[in-house]
C-alpha cells in the first residue's frame, strides 16, 4: 500500500486565488510526521511545512496552512493568495518512528498559477 | 547557516562509465539520505546514514551503486558502471535527529546533481 497518495497530478489556480492541494496517509504509528515541499524547476527541495501527529492546531507558515484531519489520515496543503512564483511541484511525505525516521513521498502535485 | 551542499550540479556521462557525487550536509545534522528522481516522480530513497553508519540502504542496486559517509560528515555516491536508466537528479539531504528520534525531524535538501547517461 502506499504510504502517502497525491491523487491530484496537476493543478490550476488564478493569481491571489487560494488553492488546496490533497495528502493522504497511511500508517498504523501514533508518532509520525507530516512534511510538504516546493519543487520549482530549478530542482530543489525546500520544505514549506511541518504537522506532528500529536499537534492538536493546524500548522501555518505564512501563506502556507496545513489542514490536517487525522481521523481520515489527511494533510491537505492550502496555499493562499497565490503569486506566479507559487508556480511548481509540490509534495507531500511523510515520516514514521518506527521505521527509523525513513521519508515517504506522495508523486507529487504540479501547481500552475494562471497570471 | 549553510545548507546542504552537493556538487556538481550537473553531469553528463555516456554508459558504462563511472560517476561520483559529493555531499556536504549541515553542520551537526547526524543523518543523512541519499535519494534519486526520476523525472515526474517523486524522491525514491537510495541509502540513509546514521553518522558513519548505515541505517537503510535496501533499495540501493548494491551492484552499481555505492555510498560512504567515512567520518561521518560529507558523503560520496558513486555510480559504477551508469546505465541510461540512471538519468536523473540524485538529491542529498540531512536532519539533526538520529535515526529512531521520533517523527518531528525536518529534512532539509541540496540542490541536487542532475545525471545525464547517454
Known amino acids: 500500500a502506499q504510504k502517502i497518495t497525491q491523487t491530484q497530478p496537476g493543478m490550476f489556480v488564478q493569481e491571489k486565488e487560494a488553492v488546496t492541494l490533497d495528502c493522504t496517509y497511511d500508517t498504523s504509528d501514533q508518532s509520525y510526521g507530516l512534511f510538504w515541499y516546493k519543487q520549482p524547476s530549478s530542482g530543489e527541495m525546500i520544505f514549506l511545512i511541518y504537522q506532528g501527529s500529536y499537534d492538536e492546531q493546524n500548522a501555518t507558515e505564512g501563506r502556507y496552512s496545513l489542514n490536517f484531519q487525522k481521523a481520515r489520515k489527511s494533510a491537505n496543503l492550502v496555499i493562499s493568495a497565490s503569486q506566479l512564483g507559487d508556480s511548481a511541484m509540490y509534495f507531500c511525505?511523510?515520516?514514521?518512528?518506527?521505521?527509523?525516521?525513513?521519508?515517504?513521498f506522495g508523486t507529487g502535485t504540479s501547481l500552475t498559477v494562471i497570471p | 547557516e549553510a545548507g546542504v551542499a552537493q556538487s556538481p550540479r550537473y553531469k553528463i556521462i555516456e554508459k558504462r562509465q563511472s560517476v561520483a557525487f559529493w555531499c556536504n550536509p549541515i553542520?551537526?545534522?547526524?543523518?543523512l539520505y541519499w535519494y534519486q528522481q526520476i523525472l515526474g516522480q517523486g524522491p525514491k530513497l537510495l541509502i540513509q546514514f546514521q553518522n558513519n553508519g548505515v541505517v537503510d540502504d535496501s533499495q540501493l542496486p548494491k551492484d552499481r551503486f555505492s555510498a560512504e559517509r567515512l567520518k561521518g560528515v560529507d558523503s560520496t555516491l558513486k555510480i559504477q558502471p551508469a546505465k541510461l536508466e540512471d538519468s536523473a537528479v540524485y538529491l542529498c539531504?540531512?536532519?539533526?535527529?538520529?535515526?529512531?528520534?521520533?517523527?518531528?525531524?525536518?529534512?532539509?535538501f541540496g540542490p541536487g546533481t542532475r545525471l545525464t547517461v547517454l
Open positions: 553542520s551537526g545534522h547526524a543523518t
Open positions: 539531504a540531512s536532519s539533526l535527529e538520529l535515526a529512531g528520534g521520533g517523527g518531528t525531524d525536518t529534512q532539509y
Open positions: 511525505a511523510m515520516r514514521e518512528q518506527s521505521t527509523g525516521n525513513q521519508f515517504y
